[in-house]
């Protein structure tokens, strides 16, 4: 038998579709609620057209530049994909990033907020939105502070009329994700959003169980990264 990493893209990426599935089924939700963002940040386009081959929609790149590069010339063969930003967006880079991806999951301050919005209007493409949470308050990761969530989804939803689909999270690396989980739950809860953009290669499974509406998998479909992450 194969090891995992030699396996195929397209078996990877069934064996993931199916422990969706089964997450969602164990906590009495349906897998079909769950979005699979393949993250192919890191991956020539060549792996790319792999998991396309194999039905997936979905995919998930953290860095402007990079998709660029890629996304252009995959997008025109394959039309219906739905690209993702789930990295962080500087000011600088939102003309760009409104004309490249279809949802945007790193949403966290008033003024990204407003440029995202007025690239919208300008461009009459309008990404769908998430607001990234930083759940565990950690001075070095992007995401507005749970004490901010309120304000900036009132800014985004109301003020600017964005479509704004839900939160997102990246838990600290050494603490439970579950606890990180359930908190953006009661945010989206509270605010009443109905996205939970949850869940890495580790975890997804528990996200799942907890809720998720996209995770965001790329080891465990594409293999190990180069160290250039
Ligand atoms: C890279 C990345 C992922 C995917 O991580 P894996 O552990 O390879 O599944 C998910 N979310 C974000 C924000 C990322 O940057």
Known sequence: ???????????????????IDAAADNAGLSGDDVSLIAVSKTHPAEKIEQAIAAGQRHFGENR????????PALKEAHPDMVLHLIGGLQSNKVKDAVALF????????????????????????????????NTGEEPQKGGVLPAD??????????????????LMCIPPADEAAAL???????????????GLSMGMSGDYELAVEMGATHVRVGTAIFGPRGTLT
């Open 180 to 194: 990180h989980f359930a908190f953006l739950r009661t945010l989206a809860q509270r605010n009443g959003l109905k």
């Open 64 to 71: 402007v530049q990079e998709a660029q590069q890629k996304w």
């Open 149 to 166: 969530v309120e304000a900036l989804v009132t800014l985004c939803r109301d003020d600017l009329a964005m479509p704004l689909e839900g």
């Open 102 to 133: 279809d949802v945007i999951h790193s949403v966290d301050r008033p003024k990204l907020a407003r440029a995202i919005a007025r690239h919208a209007e300008a461009s009459g493409r309008s990404p769908r939105c998430f607001i990234q949470v």
């Open 1 to 19: 038998m194969l090891e995992q990493n030699q396996q195929p893209i397209g078996a990877r990426l069934a064996e993931v579709r199916t422990q």
